[in-house]
């Protein structure tokens, strides 16, 4: 599975911004996905995960009710809407898959920068 993230930008605190991740090979719709970010001087950190089909989510405490995972499996896509952002919410941003093989994160698109003024 091969990742490649966008969407980022520069938005003020409460505003919104939606990510996008486009997959490509062939075991995409088969494996979970997830939302990581990382912000300057922290480690990476998950946002949000979704599985295979995009029936079941999970969420951040940090981010619950203010951010929505989701896929669209046919066009080979993942989303981060985010609302209500925060400067705290400022980082890189990753999509990434989840190996059925060893269970780990072991795809990963580059990175998309989000920054949240105040």
């Known amino acids: 599975v091969q990742l490649q993230a966008s969407g980022g930008g520069l938005v003020q605190a409460g505003g919104s911004l939606r990510l996008s991740c486009a997959a490509s090979?062939?075991?995409?719709?088969?494996?979970?996905v997830g939302w990581f970010r990382q912000a300057p001087g922290k480690e990476r950190e998950l946002v949000a995960t979704?599985?295979?089909?995009?029936?079941?989510?999970d969420y951040a405490d940090s981010v619950k009710g203010r951010f929505t995972i989701s896929r669209d499996n046919a066009k080979k896509m993942v989303y981060l809407q985010m609302f209500s952002l925060k400067p705290e919410d400022t980082a890189v941003y990753y999509c990434?898959?989840?190996?059925?093989?060893?269970?780990?994160?072991?795809?990963w698109g580059q990175g998309t920068v989000v920054t949240v003024s105040s």
């Open positions: 990434a898959a989840r190996s059925t093989v060893t269970g780990t994160w072991g795809y």
């Open positions: 090979g062939r075991t995409f719709s088969s494996v979970a």
């Open positions: 979704t599985n295979w089909s995009g029936g079941s989510t």
